[in-house]
């Protein structure tokens, strides 16, 4: 089960643009990749990929153009986890009226490329709009491991930011933070509480010029930090993220979009 929990956490916190535990994803995953899971490769079937519940509307603006919840959106990236397992990710965005309040769920489909490890991820994060500010309320990754199950539920602090104003994001050294504790569900085991919370900082770098292979735009450079681990992203207002490097060589790139236009 170590495997499996170890990439769950990986990948779960890969959203949030955490790093932690690659070194033992690297030595598990490959003695791992060289007997079953390879064994099984033809085996491997990809689940249909999700799709939003709507069609985006034109004249939807979202609160905040570096993190567009624009509902009905759909953009897809190429992760490459530094153990040399290499995902295609979709990420989609659909809206609802939660106890008076427009709440926006975003739903991740997380899925191993060559079939290697037989990974299938789906992960569920809710945000909500403060102003320009958006607040991430809650996260569920639900995974499919070579056959092992298991899900990470992400309790959030009250007001977690996940994204500040438009104005902060404009400003070099702007910082905040967002928390969360886990609750591990794994077959066979009972649920595994998180004691410690994680505490992920951020940090304005300022502008820069970043190519994808959708091209090449005007970001803001962010810096993500939990402790030592570190990643680095790159906002381009109207698309959100477009490029993530982690400090451990993982990346993420923006391959593809719809519903979403440049400049918000």
């Known amino acids: 089960m170590r495997i499996s929990t170890v990439i769950v ?9 955490c790093t932690g535990d690659n070194a033992n994803v690297n030595s598990n995953s490959n003695s791992n990749a060289n007997t079953s899971a390879n064994a099984n490769r033809a085996d491997f079937t990809p689940p249909a990929p999700i799709k939003p519940l709507e069609a985006p509307n ?29 995902g295609d990710l979709t ?14 769920t975003q739903r ?13 991820q789906t992960i569920t994060r809710k945000f909500a709009c403060d102003g320009e500010r958006v607040l991430i309320l809650s996260e569920t ?8 199950k298991s899900t990470v539920d992400f309790e959030y602090r009250e007001n977690s930011l996940m ?29 595994a509480r998180m004691d410690t919370m994680t505490v992920i900082i951020f940090e ?3 502008p820069e010029d970043v190519t994808t292979s959708v091209g090449t735009f005007k970001a803001i450079k962010v810096n993500r930090r939990i402790g030592d681990n570190a990643t680095i992203d790159y906002y381009v207002p ?15 790139e923006l391959k593809e979009y719809s519903g979403l236009k440049v400049g918000g």
């Open 141 to 148: 990754t639900d995974s499919n491991i070579a056959g092992q």
């Open 108 to 120: 991740s489909q997380l899925i191993d490329r060559s079939g290697g490890m037989q990974i299938i």
């Open 9 to 17: 956490l990986l990948s779960a916190l890969a959203l949030n643009g």
């Open 58 to 86: 034109p004249a939807f603006k979202a609160c905040n153009p570096y993190f567009p919840l624009v509902p009905g959106s759909i953009v897809k990236y190429v992760v490459n986890y530094s153990s040399g397992v290499v």
């Open 163 to 191: 994204m500040a104003d438009v104005h902060s994001m404009s400003t070099k050294g702007t910082t905040w933070t967002h928390a969360f504790r886990q609750v591990i569900r794994s077959q066979g085991q009972p649920p």
């Open 204 to 206: 304005v770098v300022g």
């Open 91 to 104: 990420i989609i965005v659909d809206s609802a009226e939660e106890g008076g309040r427009k709440i926006f």
């Open 238 to 252: 109207g698309l959100g993220l477009v490029k993530r490097q982690a400090k451990e060589g993982g990346t993420w």
